[in-house]
């Protein structure tokens, strides 16, 4: 018995005894806030027995994270209070399969910190992860015919813009047909409208097993625009009916993106187009700051600045900034610069490859004078099959606005898969640009299978031929003038890329009137003391056409002239005459006196000069007032009854005009 009650107590104490386990919720109110964590006691937290603030004991954890309510399981260990782990069975749905595991504090398990303690194991996150602008299959995670954007707030020249949280076109309708082959893509961000893009480098196939970095990014499309942020490359293998991840390549450009220029966080977007591509934009930029504070404008031939210096520029070659390539000035397949001889060119916008609908599908043309554009034309490599037009237009950003030049939709530029030469024209209803407007191209429609598009401005005035200035005197239209050279011209802006040249007034139309008289016929009797109208009879000369005469009196049209008038007498001692306005009744002129002595008979003549304006057409008298009334000859005497062989008119009174306005 004694034996027996041994190996009882014996076993009694191998034996683990059940202890008692309590279910509670995490945290209580203390001053209206709630509290999870001890205060004073590290790694203790509040528990709630039975989930009743009124039984709250302390206990320790490193069991769970410390977030209000959540289910817990403790139990009393010698002297101290001890959360076991969650309450599992709280809730049927709650299984360790949770997407919230409620594990403890770890963060520094998971931590580089190169100033502090590394963890034991540190998180490494991949490109992938990084969610701004992340580029991912749209549809279900299997695949799909498009790509999402996630979304990211944009800084621009002078404002934030919401982009991403969008998708793409669908792209699988670009996979090349010849099996075993593939086409890179790539998924790019309009900066100026925020909308995502797709380029397709549909030249030359790949091979469909090119898969690492390495093989697939020299046939990566490189942005036609430094607007066309790159975010991501992707493959598309012939015959695939969907697009995954397996196909997606990241080339987001945080950290000095294209090229030199910089990406999405360091190269500006201010409205000027400088060479983002293949040269750094702040050396370009600083480049043509300092020629135009040496020269003061823009433009060694008035509108273009000469490249000598500038990465292999030649003398005479001026900056044009457009799209197409200049060799020499910048190394690349695509460069926001080309030059040429100085003298206007057109407006060129190319767009390689397979088409597809897009807006700012070419680089943008900055005008830098006043330029008239008015013909656009349209041409492409490849026009499609087996039906469809391909659609463009070209919008223009003036002080931040953006609008169609062809405000007629039904005229923007358009070209018929049939059609059988590849090029058509059309008329914009906008063609008067200011210098600092902004072309930017856009691709409205397609056609199947269309691809390598070319616009063309044509610019007025381009070509010896056909310089397009129009020139109007009023009555004559000179039409492809060249060059304008006027003495003391003035030139005045519209505003709208025309201009009015003045030129100071030359006009003096030449008017003589006078008395005439048969020969040997005296000029007639003077009376004394009255003013008289002395005989005006003949217009000898009328060059505009100002003048007429009737009854001894001179009618002028409206306008400004200068005259000299003069008239003879004979002993008619002092002597005036003057311009008498017969429609106004008042004098417009006066005549200096002059004295013709009667006493020897003497002969002489009254005179003046002067200028005067009238509105409208207005009858004039020349009058003469004598001290002395002499008959017959008075008003002067006749050559031809006092000297032989004269035959020729009698002239008396003259008055000569020039209209000067």
């Not at 003298?343 to 060129?348: E, G, H, L, Y």
């Not at 006009?507 to 016929?521: A, H, M």
Request: aromatic letters at 10%.
């Amino acid at each position: 018995m004694k034996n027996l009650k041994k190996v009882f107590h014996k076993y009694n104490k191998s034996v683990e005894k059940t202890k008692v386990q309590y279910s509670g919720l995490l945290g209580m109110i203390i001053n209206g806030a709630k509290r999870v964590n001890h205060p004073t006691r590290v790694n203790y937290v509040y528990v709630r027995l039975r989930d009743n603030l009124s039984e709250t004991v302390v206990a320790f954890n490193d069991k769970v994270s410390a977030a209000y309510d959540v289910p817990v399981l403790i139990e009393r260990k010698k002297n101290k209070w001890v959360v076991l782990g969650r309450d599992v069975n709280r809730y049927e749905k709650w299984s360790n399969t949770v997407a919230t595991p409620y594990l403890p504090k770890h963060g520094n398990q998971h931590s580089l910190n190169r100033q502090g303690v590394v963890g034991a194991d540190p998180v490494w996150v991949f490109p992938d992860q990084f969610m701004p602008l992340l580029v991912y299959p749209s549809g279900s995670a299997i695949g799909s015919d498009g790509y999402i954007v996630s979304p990211y707030v944009l800084q621009r020249a002078s404002d934030f813009i919401y982009v991403g949280n969008t998708g793409t076109i669908g792209v699988k309708q670009y996979a090349p047909t010849v099996s075993g082959t593939a086409y890179m893509g790539l998924v790019y961000l309009d900066r100026l409208t925020g909308n995502p893009g797709v380029l397709i480098a549909s030249g030359t196939p790949m091979d469909t097993n090119f898969s690492s970095f390495p093989e697939v990014l020299p046939y990566v499309p490189y942005p036609v625009s430094s607007d066309q942020e790159p975010l991501y490359a992707f493959k598309l293998v012939s015959g695939s009916a969907t697009v995954n991840w397996d196909n997606l390549y990241n080339v987001r450009q945080f950290f000095g993106g294209g090229g030199t220029g910089g990406g999405i966080s360091d190269a500006p977007n201010d409205g000027l187009y400088y060479g983002r591509r293949n040269l750094g934009w702040t050396d370009l930029k600083a480049y043509f700051d300092t020629v135009y504070a040496a020269t003061g404008t823009v433009g060694g031939t008035g509108d273009h600045e000469s490249l000598t210096g500038l990465l292999g520029g030649t003398s005479n070659n001026h900056w044009h900034l457009s799209s197409p390539q200049t060799a020499g000035l910048v190394s690349g397949s695509v460069t926001s610069l080309h030059s040429h001889s100085g003298t206007a060119s057109d407006v060129i916008f190319g767009m390689d490859g397979v088409l597809f609908a897009t807006t700012g599908s070419a680089l943008p043309y900055l005008i830098t004078r006043p330029t008239t554009i008015d013909t656009w034309y349209i041409y492409s490599e490849k026009r499609g099959m087996p039906s469809g037009t391909i659609i463009a237009d070209v919008n223009l950003y003036r002080g931040g606005v953006s609008t169609t030049i062809f405000t007629n939709q039904a005229n923007r530029p358009m070209l018929a898969f049939e059609d059988s030469d590849g090029w058509a024209s059309t008329t914009p209803g906008l063609v008067n640009f200011l210098e600092g407007d902004i072309l930017v191209p856009d691709i409205d429609q397609i056609s199947t299978g269309s691809s390598g598009l070319v616009l063309v401005g044509k610019i007025a005035g381009v070509g010896a031929s056909s310089p397009g200035l129009v020139v109007k005197d009023g009555s004559t239209t000179v039409a492809n003038v060249n060059t304008i050279t006027a003495s003391g011209a003035t030139i005045t802006t519209t505003g709208q890329g025309l201009a009015t040249i003045t030129v100071a007034s030359t006009l003096r139309d030449y008017i003589l009137v006078r008395d005439e008289k048969t020969n040997g016929t005296d000029g007639g009797s003077a009376t004394a003391n009255t003013y008289i109208a002395r005989d005006i009879n003949t217009e000898v000369n009328d060059a505009g056409g100002h003048c007429s005469v009737s009854a001894n009196r001179i009618t002028l049209a409206g306008g400004t002239y200068e005259c000299s008038i003069y008239a003879p007498f004979l002993d008619t001692n002092a002597t005036r005459i003057i311009l008498y306005n017969f429609s106004d009744s008042a004098t417009e002129l006066y005549g200096q006196p002059a004295y013709i002595t009667s006493s020897t008979d003497g002969g002489g003549y009254a005179r003046f000069c002067g200028v005067f304006t009238i509105a409208t057409t207005k009858t004039f008298e020349i009058r003469y007032i004598s001290q002395s009334g002499v008959a017959t000859y008075g008003l002067g005497a006749s050559i031809g009854s006092r000297a032989s062989n004269d035959n020729d008119v009698e002239i008396y009174t003259t008055a000569e005009f020039w209209k000067v306005a």
